[in-house]
Protein backbone atom coordinates (compact mmCIF):
# COMPACT_ATOMS: atom_id res chain seq x y z
CA UNK A 1 0.00 0.00 0.00
CA UNK A 2 1.45 3.41 -0.97
CA UNK A 3 1.91 5.79 1.96
CA UNK A 4 0.42 9.20 1.29
CA UNK A 5 2.17 11.23 3.82
CA UNK A 6 6.00 9.85 2.43
CA UNK A 7 7.20 12.88 0.30
CA UNK A 8 9.36 12.70 -3.04
CA UNK A 9 10.83 15.22 -5.33
CA UNK A 10 9.37 14.98 -8.83
CA UNK A 11 11.51 16.79 -11.68
CA UNK A 12 7.85 18.18 -13.04
CA UNK A 13 6.48 19.07 -9.84
CA UNK A 14 8.84 19.64 -6.78
CA UNK A 15 8.25 18.07 -3.69
CA UNK A 16 4.96 15.99 -3.66
CA UNK A 17 3.03 12.69 -2.38
CA UNK A 18 4.52 9.56 -3.70
CA UNK A 19 2.03 6.66 -5.37
CA UNK A 20 3.06 3.26 -6.80
CA UNK A 21 1.92 2.75 -10.41
CA UNK A 22 3.33 -0.78 -12.72
CA UNK A 23 6.23 0.17 -15.08
CA UNK A 24 3.68 -0.56 -18.09
CA UNK A 25 1.43 2.38 -17.12
CA UNK A 26 4.72 4.72 -16.13
CA UNK A 27 5.37 4.11 -19.61
CA UNK A 28 2.66 4.19 -21.42
CA UNK A 29 -0.66 5.59 -19.09
CA UNK A 30 -3.07 5.97 -21.94
CA UNK A 31 -4.31 2.48 -20.88
CA UNK A 32 -6.52 1.44 -18.38
CA UNK A 33 -5.62 1.85 -15.21
CA UNK A 34 -6.57 -0.87 -12.60
CA UNK A 35 -6.61 0.24 -8.88
CA UNK A 36 -9.06 1.01 -5.96
CA UNK A 37 -11.10 4.31 -5.89
CA UNK A 38 -9.53 6.70 -3.62
CA UNK A 39 -10.63 7.67 -0.01
CA UNK A 40 -9.09 9.95 2.68
CA UNK A 41 -6.79 7.36 3.87
CA UNK A 42 -5.16 6.73 0.18
CA UNK A 43 -6.06 9.14 -1.90
CA UNK A 44 -3.82 7.55 -4.78
CA UNK A 45 -3.94 3.75 -4.71
CA UNK A 46 -1.90 1.82 -6.15
CA UNK A 47 -2.38 1.25 -10.09
CA UNK A 48 -1.74 -1.47 -12.03
CA UNK A 49 -2.30 -2.31 -15.79
CA UNK A 50 -4.20 -5.23 -17.81
CA UNK A 51 -1.47 -7.94 -17.76
CA UNK A 52 0.24 -6.70 -13.94
CA UNK A 53 -3.46 -6.45 -12.89
CA UNK A 54 -4.33 -10.31 -14.19
CA UNK A 55 -0.89 -11.20 -12.96
CA UNK A 56 -1.69 -10.11 -9.49
CA UNK A 57 -5.05 -11.93 -8.92
CA UNK A 58 -4.26 -15.19 -10.89
CA UNK A 59 -1.14 -15.00 -8.09
CA UNK A 60 -3.39 -13.88 -5.06
CA UNK A 61 -2.40 -13.52 -2.00
CA UNK A 62 1.51 -15.24 -2.26
CA UNK A 63 2.26 -12.29 -4.88
CA UNK A 64 0.99 -10.04 -2.10
CA UNK A 65 3.02 -11.48 0.50
CA UNK A 66 5.70 -11.40 -1.65
CA UNK A 67 6.16 -7.67 -1.76
CA UNK A 68 3.16 -7.11 -4.10
CA UNK A 69 4.53 -4.29 -5.75
CA UNK A 70 8.43 -5.37 -6.17
CA UNK A 71 8.25 -3.60 -9.47
CA UNK A 72 5.95 -0.78 -8.44
CA UNK A 73 7.53 2.40 -9.65
CA UNK A 74 7.59 5.00 -7.48
CA UNK A 75 6.07 8.73 -9.42
CA UNK A 76 4.50 11.54 -7.73
CA UNK A 77 1.14 12.22 -6.70
CA UNK A 78 0.53 14.88 -9.73
CA UNK A 79 1.88 12.74 -12.22
CA UNK A 80 -0.13 10.11 -11.40
CA UNK A 81 -3.20 12.09 -10.97
CA UNK A 82 -2.15 13.66 -14.63
CA UNK A 83 -1.32 9.93 -16.37
CA UNK A 84 -4.71 8.89 -15.01
CA UNK A 85 -6.76 11.81 -16.00
CA UNK A 86 -5.02 11.59 -19.52
CA UNK A 87 -6.34 7.83 -19.90
CA UNK A 88 -9.76 8.54 -19.54
CA UNK A 89 -9.90 10.89 -22.49
CA UNK A 90 -7.51 8.09 -24.31
CA UNK A 91 -10.45 5.28 -23.06
CA UNK A 92 -13.43 7.60 -24.10
CA UNK A 93 -12.02 7.79 -27.58
CA UNK A 94 -12.60 3.93 -27.97
CA UNK A 95 -16.23 4.20 -26.15
CA UNK A 96 -17.12 7.62 -28.44
CA UNK A 97 -19.85 5.31 -30.47
CA UNK A 98 -21.80 4.42 -27.56
CA UNK A 99 -20.99 7.36 -25.87
CA UNK A 100 -21.70 10.05 -27.93
CA UNK A 101 -25.75 9.15 -28.36
CA UNK A 102 -26.15 8.41 -24.55
CA UNK A 103 -24.20 11.91 -24.24
CA UNK A 104 -26.81 13.80 -26.61
CA UNK A 105 -29.78 12.42 -24.74
CA UNK A 106 -28.75 13.19 -21.60
CA UNK A 107 -28.00 16.62 -22.10
CA UNK A 108 -31.31 17.34 -23.84
CA UNK A 109 -33.24 16.05 -20.99
CA UNK A 110 -31.55 18.19 -18.75
CA UNK A 111 -32.25 21.21 -20.91
CA UNK A 112 -35.67 20.12 -20.41
CA UNK A 113 -35.09 19.79 -16.88
CA UNK A 114 -33.55 23.35 -16.55
CA UNK A 115 -36.21 25.21 -18.23
CA UNK A 116 -38.55 23.76 -16.19
CA UNK A 117 -36.86 24.50 -13.11
CA UNK A 118 -36.04 28.21 -14.32
CA UNK A 119 -40.16 28.61 -15.36
CA UNK A 120 -41.50 27.01 -12.05
CA UNK A 121 -38.91 28.35 -9.14
CA UNK A 122 -36.88 30.87 -11.19
CA UNK A 123 -33.52 29.11 -9.15
CA UNK A 124 -31.30 31.07 -11.46
CA UNK A 125 -33.03 34.31 -10.03
CA UNK A 126 -32.48 33.65 -6.41
CA UNK A 127 -29.39 35.79 -5.14
CA UNK A 128 -27.66 33.32 -2.91
CA UNK A 129 -27.80 29.89 -1.67
CA UNK A 130 -26.77 27.92 1.20
CA UNK A 131 -25.87 24.19 1.70
CA UNK A 132 -27.15 22.38 4.72
CA UNK A 133 -24.98 19.75 4.80
CA UNK A 134 -26.98 18.13 7.84
CA UNK A 135 -30.16 17.64 6.00
CA UNK A 136 -28.43 17.32 2.75
CA UNK A 137 -30.59 20.51 1.50
CA UNK A 138 -29.82 23.62 -0.43
CA UNK A 139 -31.80 26.81 0.14
CA UNK A 140 -31.97 29.43 -2.19
CA UNK A 141 -33.24 33.43 -0.97
CA UNK A 142 -33.77 36.37 -2.40
CA UNK A 143 -33.34 39.52 -0.08
CA UNK A 144 -32.67 37.37 3.16
CA UNK A 145 -35.63 35.37 2.83
CA UNK A 146 -35.67 31.40 1.57
CA UNK A 147 -37.67 30.68 -1.71
CA UNK A 148 -36.89 27.75 -2.98
CA UNK A 149 -35.59 24.54 -0.99
CA UNK A 150 -34.22 21.42 -2.46
CA UNK A 151 -32.51 17.98 -1.93
CA UNK A 152 -29.16 18.26 -3.49
CA UNK A 153 -26.09 16.14 -3.74
CA UNK A 154 -22.33 16.94 -5.15
CA UNK A 155 -22.50 16.00 -8.48
CA UNK A 156 -18.89 16.82 -9.06
CA UNK A 157 -16.59 20.11 -9.56
CA UNK A 158 -14.44 21.99 -12.02
CA UNK A 159 -11.49 23.61 -11.29
CA UNK A 160 -10.69 26.65 -12.99
CA UNK A 161 -6.76 26.45 -11.65
CA UNK A 162 -5.82 22.74 -12.84
CA UNK A 163 -8.87 23.27 -15.57
CA UNK A 164 -9.87 19.29 -14.41
CA UNK A 165 -13.35 17.83 -12.99
CA UNK A 166 -13.36 15.57 -9.76
CA UNK A 167 -16.02 13.40 -9.06
CA UNK A 168 -17.93 14.44 -5.35
CA UNK A 169 -17.02 10.45 -4.19
CA UNK A 170 -13.29 11.31 -4.92
CA UNK A 171 -13.66 14.74 -3.01
CA UNK A 172 -12.57 13.97 0.37
CA UNK A 173 -13.06 17.37 1.47
CA UNK A 174 -17.04 16.02 1.23
CA UNK A 175 -18.67 14.90 4.41
CA UNK A 176 -20.69 11.39 4.04
CA UNK A 177 -24.27 11.84 3.12
CA UNK A 178 -23.34 14.65 0.53
CA UNK A 179 -22.50 12.74 -2.47
CA UNK A 180 -23.94 9.17 -2.55
CA UNK A 181 -26.28 9.16 -5.00
CA UNK A 182 -23.47 9.53 -7.72
CA UNK A 183 -22.35 5.74 -7.17
CA UNK A 184 -24.95 4.71 -9.06
CA UNK A 185 -23.54 7.28 -12.05
CA UNK A 186 -19.88 5.72 -11.67
CA UNK A 187 -21.63 1.82 -11.15
CA UNK A 188 -23.34 2.98 -14.82
CA UNK A 189 -20.04 4.17 -16.14
CA UNK A 190 -18.01 0.61 -14.75
CA UNK A 191 -20.80 -1.28 -16.95
CA UNK A 192 -20.40 0.44 -19.99
CA UNK A 193 -16.75 0.99 -19.68
CA UNK A 194 -17.09 5.07 -19.66
CA UNK A 195 -13.89 6.57 -18.33
CA UNK A 196 -15.26 9.64 -17.47
CA UNK A 197 -17.55 8.66 -15.51
CA UNK A 198 -14.95 5.83 -13.34
CA UNK A 199 -12.14 7.76 -13.41
CA UNK A 200 -11.49 9.96 -10.24
CA UNK A 201 -10.48 13.37 -12.10
CA UNK A 202 -9.38 14.48 -15.79
CA UNK A 203 -8.73 17.22 -17.86
CA UNK A 204 -12.19 19.07 -18.43
CA UNK A 205 -13.49 22.52 -18.91
CA UNK A 206 -16.86 24.10 -17.43
CA UNK A 207 -18.82 21.95 -20.50
CA UNK A 208 -17.57 19.00 -19.26
CA UNK A 209 -19.08 20.07 -15.67
CA UNK A 210 -22.48 20.55 -17.51
CA UNK A 211 -22.29 17.15 -19.22
CA UNK A 212 -20.89 14.73 -16.15
CA UNK A 213 -24.23 16.89 -14.51
CA UNK A 214 -26.66 15.94 -17.66
CA UNK A 215 -25.41 12.27 -17.18
CA UNK A 216 -25.86 12.23 -13.23
CA UNK A 217 -28.85 14.23 -13.52
CA UNK A 218 -30.39 11.35 -15.70
CA UNK A 219 -29.03 8.05 -14.06
CA UNK A 220 -30.26 9.43 -10.62
CA UNK A 221 -33.14 10.80 -11.97
CA UNK A 222 -32.98 14.16 -10.56
CA UNK A 223 -35.41 17.53 -11.56
CA UNK A 224 -32.24 18.77 -12.28
CA UNK A 225 -28.68 20.68 -11.86
CA UNK A 226 -27.43 23.62 -9.81
CA UNK A 227 -24.17 25.21 -10.97
CA UNK A 228 -22.66 27.05 -7.84
CA UNK A 229 -19.62 29.41 -8.74
CA UNK A 230 -16.58 29.15 -6.22
CA UNK A 231 -13.35 31.41 -6.09
CA UNK A 232 -11.36 28.28 -8.13
CA UNK A 233 -13.98 27.10 -10.53
CA UNK A 234 -17.42 25.67 -10.25
CA UNK A 235 -19.24 23.03 -8.01
CA UNK A 236 -22.35 21.23 -9.85
CA UNK A 237 -24.81 19.70 -7.79
CA UNK A 238 -28.32 17.62 -8.17
CA UNK A 239 -31.66 18.72 -7.02
CA UNK A 240 -34.63 16.97 -6.16
CA UNK A 241 -37.43 17.42 -4.47
CA UNK A 242 -37.84 21.07 -5.11
CA UNK A 243 -40.07 22.96 -3.21
CA UNK A 244 -41.31 26.91 -2.72
CA UNK A 245 -41.11 28.05 0.45
CA UNK A 246 -43.61 30.33 1.16
ZN1 LIG B 1 1.81 -3.42 -15.75
ZN1 LIG C 1 5.28 14.81 -10.74
Redesign the pocket.
Known amino acids: MSKPNETLDCPIHGEAYTAF?????ADDPNQEWFCDYPSAENPWPDA??????TGFTEQGASNEKAGGNL?AKKICHLCYEDGHGKSAAYLMELRQAAWEPFLSDAFSELEDKQQRLETEYKIGHSDRWDYDQRHGTILFSNAGTVVVRAAAQFIGSISTTSDTWLWSWANTSLIPGTFEDLFAVRDFGEAHRFAKLTVPMWPADEVDGWEMSAVAVKLIKAKGAYRAPGKTGFTFMSLKDVHTVS
Open positions: ICPHLKCASCHN
